[in-house]
T-cell receptor, first 109, second 114 residues
């Protein structure tokens, strides 16, 4: 079966750095997405990785290792507004998105 | 504003009612999706339409019936629902299906079945 694993919940301090991991087992691979979802709101796109390596976008970076079936989202200089759920999703060989259950990130002052 | 709107935002219905959820996208996309989101569970893909044609129906009970009259509009018709159908229903769109395009989500309809 197809599976995406990510931690259920993480806590970090304002101004710090946090890394949210995602591991996957899917039928084929056509890219990995990270989305942010604030409570009561729609998920919004953060990043897309299809090749191995690190993609940096401001305070957020996303890393992919296809051989290990592994990705992480790195958030730097954490702000209170970063409190949200972070969803990892993989596009399989049929271009269907397989979603993880999300990681709820709690930022403390 | 994500360019995808959904109405209503909240819906309470009895198990014998019939209601419809509406989604509209203003992004010129060709693929539209219905998802169910329950607490602490992955997003569940329900239906996919690509160029107005239904391409996927992921074993969704027949009490959920989708309709896609054109590439900009998507409906989800509900009838004889069960309490376990209470969830957030999200609509999304993307440029098309068949490539790894990002999806744009609407704000969702919070459905409660009593």
């Amino acid at each position: 079966g197809q599976n995406i694993d990510q931690p259920t919940e993480m806590t970090a301090t304002e101004g710090a750095i946090v890394q949210i991991n995602c591991t996957y087992q899917t039928s084929g691979f056509n890219g990995l997405f990270w989305y942010q979802q604030h409570a009561g709101e729609a998920p919004t796109f953060l990043s897309y990785n299809v090749l191995d390596g690190l993609e940096e976008k401001g305070r957020f970076s996303s890393f992919l290792s296809r051989s290990k079936g592994y990705s992480y989202l790195l958030l730097k200089e954490l702000q209170m507004k970063d409190s949200a759920s972070y969803l990892c999703a993989v596009t399989d060989s049929n271009y269907q998105l397989i979603w993880g259950a999300g990681t709820k990130l709690i930022i403390k002052p | 504003e994500t360019g995808v709107t959904q109405t209503p935002r909240h819906l309470v219905m009895g198990m014998t009612n019939k209601k419809s959820l509406k989604c509209e996208q203003h992004l010129g996309h060709n693929a539209m999706y219905w998802y169910k989101q329950s607490a602490k569970k992955p997003l569940e893909l329900m239906f996919v339409y690509n160029f107005k044609e239904q391409t996927e129906n992921n074993s969704v009970p027949s009490r959920f019936s989708p309709e896609c009259p054109n590439s900009s509009h998507l409906f989800l018709h509900l009838h004889t629902l069960q309490p376990e159908d209470s969830a957030l229903y999200l609509c999304a769109s993307s440029q098309s299906k068949g490539e790894a395009y990002e999806q744009y989500f609407g704000p969702g309809t919070r459905l409660t079945v009593t």
